[in-house]
């Protein structure tokens, strides 16, 4: 085996995930709850302001408009993610934002700590790799179950790593 084999064969990584949000609504489903929101405050909102309660039209478009604000906001923070891959000499965590801006935080895997914190009845609130005078959380978007997972999943990768020396 020549030496760039075995560099190439040290930088495999052993473990790699990507994290993204849990979002319920898909595009579909996005299209959907606005429709049926704007036509039941279409609905009233006319049938208030012919009563003469006109007030009452304008908070129901006012209602819609800030449901399709708040929708809007949910599915743009739901493109955020993030790449986490361990090899023999790296760590690797690439967090990218709703806009595509992208962060990249690197660990030697000898030198970096996995804490967890966790609360008796939620589970894991946080999880965080540090090392070389550096922090960075993980996975803070996740749900509880995803955060056990990811947790020993990345653990275990982790020790491998340290094992292999």
Not at 13 to 24: D, G, I, N
């Amino acid at each position: 085996m020549t030496e760039s084999n075995a560099q190439m064969v040290e930088d495999h990584p052993v473990f790699a995930a990507e994290l993204t949000p849990y979002r319920s609504l898909g595009r579909r489903g996005f299209k959907l709850v606005l429709m049926l929101s704007g036509a039941v405050c279409a609905f009233y909102g006319i049938f208030f302001m012919v009563s003469g309660a006109w007030p009452i039209g304008l908070f129901l478009g006012v209602d819609f408009l800030l449901l399709y604000f708040a929708l809007k906001m949910s599915d743009h923070s739901g493109r955020q993610r993030e790449e986490v891959s361990v090899s023999p000499t790296n760590i690797l965590i690439r967090k990218v934002s709703p806009t595509g801006r992208m962060i990249e935080h690197r660990f030697n895997p000898f030198w970096a700590r996995f804490r967890i914190n966790r609360h008796e009845e939620f589970g894991i609130t946080s999880m965080f790799v540090s090392g070389e005078g550096r922090t960075t959380d993980v996975g803070s978007f996740l749900n509880p179950d995803d955060r056990e997972s990811f947790a020993k999943a990345f653990r275990n990768a982790l020790a491998t790593v340290t094992r292999r020396v």
